[in-house]
């Protein structure tokens, strides 16, 4: 089946001239790409008062990818794998880069702390050569998120508190998409001051400045759960699991959310779990897996695939910030964190059972055979030996 998904994914990437649905009938003005038209109420920022830990959490997020790139304090990419070293490098060459978004193809979109968005792509040009280079698609952009499967992909990013479709080259449509975010049960329509958005699958979910979450969901299944309390939220994820044999078929199905004070919300499958933990500082979810954090920094985990991950997972310290997520064409589910001295954490989950090593990132402790290679904004690059970071020179190529 995973063989299966992965031609899919190929073939979607070879035709991605293939006709897309925009928000409306009305296709991409791409001479106004990511442009800033008068879009009504602006944004004026996240009025719900959060808890200082929630914050630092969410600040501290943007160095996550959720799957095998990190951004560290400096500024330079770090990169699980070989055959990740030319996105990593191309990211680097952006200036003040604010979060990597990993997309559910081979590309990612890159968010800069001034607000631009890029979309990178990622293959081998005619001559057989790898290749990584980024397209700014975007400006005034102050979230953006990619569907996390391969089949029709597309995203939505804010400029100014409205949505915007980006299409699977990375066009990014002018007209507002808020008409396609609804809240639940109300049915009230997303207004003009967008400030949070996550996804699972092609399900996406976003707050507006008041904590009132809205949602683009693909599944029935979803009226069946109580919304109630999902109120002043400043956090709130989705975790959507499909059975492995039959994947129109939902297996689990759980809704979260953190309001400003710590308190957690949710609903869904394992939303007993959740609501047993207490108050978190940040919780992420996706496919699978859940994993939260307390305010002192202990991590708490369900989902699926929780019993792969526990032991390892409940073993990191002083967590500032998580993220789970997948890695296209490899590890299917990944979990990374980052801790309060700056070492990054990371586990993967391949197939049903399989479980990569953790390793401590930025520490350098147990360099897997994965390789980890950084890439910093001065062009330098760097690779591990004996858990140190080594420069690569011509003579090592």
Not at 276 to 294: C, E, Q, R
Not at 311 to 338: M, R
Request: glycine fraction near 10%.
């Amino acid at each position: 089946m995973k063989t299966f998904y992965r031609i899919i994914a190929l073939m979607l990437s070879v035709f991605t001239l293939l006709a897309l649905v925009a928000c409306s009938s009305t296709p991409p003005d791409t001479s106004e790409v990511g442009g800033n038209g008068d879009n009504g109420n602006k944004n004026n920022g996240n009025t719900v008062q959060s808890s200082a830990a929630i914050k630092a959490a969410m600040e501290a997020n943007d160095r996550l990818s959720g799957t095998n790139y990190f951004l560290a304090a400096d500024g330079s990419i770090l990169a699980i794998g070989a055959d990740d070293k030319n996105c990593a490098r191309a990211y680097a060459q952006l200036a003040n880069v604010k979060k990597i978004i990993k997309g559910a193809d081979w590309g990612s979109l890159v968010l800069t702390k001034s607000g631009e968005l890029y979309r990178n792509s990622s293959g081998l040009d005619f001559s057989g050569e790898p290749y990584s280079e980024n397209k700014k698609v975007a400006e005034n952009v102050t979230d953006a998120r990619f569907c996390s499967n391969n089949v029709n992909i597309s995203g939505y990013c804010i400029i100014d508190g409205v949505m915007h479709k980006i299409t699977t080259g990375g066009e990014v449509f002018n007209a507002s998409c808020n008409q396609e975010f609804k809240n639940y049960p109300s049915g009230d329509v997303l207004p003009d001051d967008a400030v949070f958005i996550e996804v699972d699958k092609h399900d996406f979910i976003v707050l507006d400045s008041k904590g009132k979450f809205y949602a683009n969901w693909t599944s029935e299944e979803y009226n069946s759960l109580d919304f109630t309390g999902f109120e002043d939220l400043a956090i709130v994820d989705i975790a959507k699991r499909m059975e492995v044999m039959n994947p129109t078929v939902v297996k689990s199905l759980t809704v979260a959310g953190i309001k400003g004070d710590g308190t957690v919300v949710a609903t869904g499958t394992y939303a007993s779990d959740i609501l047993s933990w207490g108050k978190l500082a940040d919780i992420a979810m996706g496919d699978g897996l859940i994993i939260g954090f307390t305010e002192d920094g202990k991590i708490k985990v369900t989902g699926d695939f929780a019993e792969q991950v526990r032991e390892t997972v409940e073993g990191w310290t002083n967590i500032i910030a998580v993220e789970v997520g997948y890695i296209p064409g490899g590890i299917d589910h990944v979990v990374t964190a980052l801790d309060s001295s700056g070492v990054f954490h990371y586990i993967g989950v391949e197939g049903e059972n399989d479980t990569a090593p953790s390793t401590g990132f930025g520490s350098l402790n147990g360099a897997s055979k994965y390789g980890w290679y950084k890439f910093t904004p001065d062009g330098k690059e760097y690779y591990i030996e004996e858990g140190n970071w080594v420069e690569q020179t011509e003579d090592d190529e």
